[in-house]
């Protein structure tokens, strides 16, 4: 089993900035992609982006160049940077880790963007 655990959410203002972490723990051996989906009211769940062990990355449509995935395996933890913020993306942001074909997620983080 692996665990997930963010932090870093809560509300900002539209255009400012604000990182969200995940740590792994658990049996965090070969994890493989981690990621972060979101979720707003009455929308279906989305890929905000990913990050392979490797450090390819991939991101959503609506974030590239505002949102920079990272990741310290080290640490087990991945990071989400989000800049330029818009009411659009306040969702609650899920962490995401895939480990030997099997697929773990965090309770989530509220992210409020609002002036």
């Known amino acids: 089993q692996v665990q997930l655990v963010e932090s870093g959410g809560g509300l900002v203002q539209p255009g400012g900035s604000m990182r969200l972490s995940c740590t792994a723990s658990?049996?965090?051996?070969?994890?493989?992609?981690m990621g972060w989906y979101r979720q707003a009211p009455g929308k279906q769940r989305e890929l905000v982006a990913g990050?392979?062990?490797?450090?390819?990355?991939n991101y959503a449509d609506s974030v590239k160049g505002r949102f920079t995935i990272s990741r310290d395996n080290g640490k087990n933890t991945v990071y989400l940077q989000m800049n330029s913020l818009k009411p659009e993306d306040t969702a609650v942001y899920f962490c995401?880790?895939?480990?030997?074909?099997?697929?773990?997620r965090g309770p989530g983080t509220q992210v409020t963007v609002s002036v």
């Open positions: 990050i392979t062990s490797g450090g390819i990355t």
């Open positions: 995401h880790a895939e480990r030997l074909g099997m697929d773990y």
């Open positions: 658990g049996n965090i051996f070969r994890i493989a992609t």
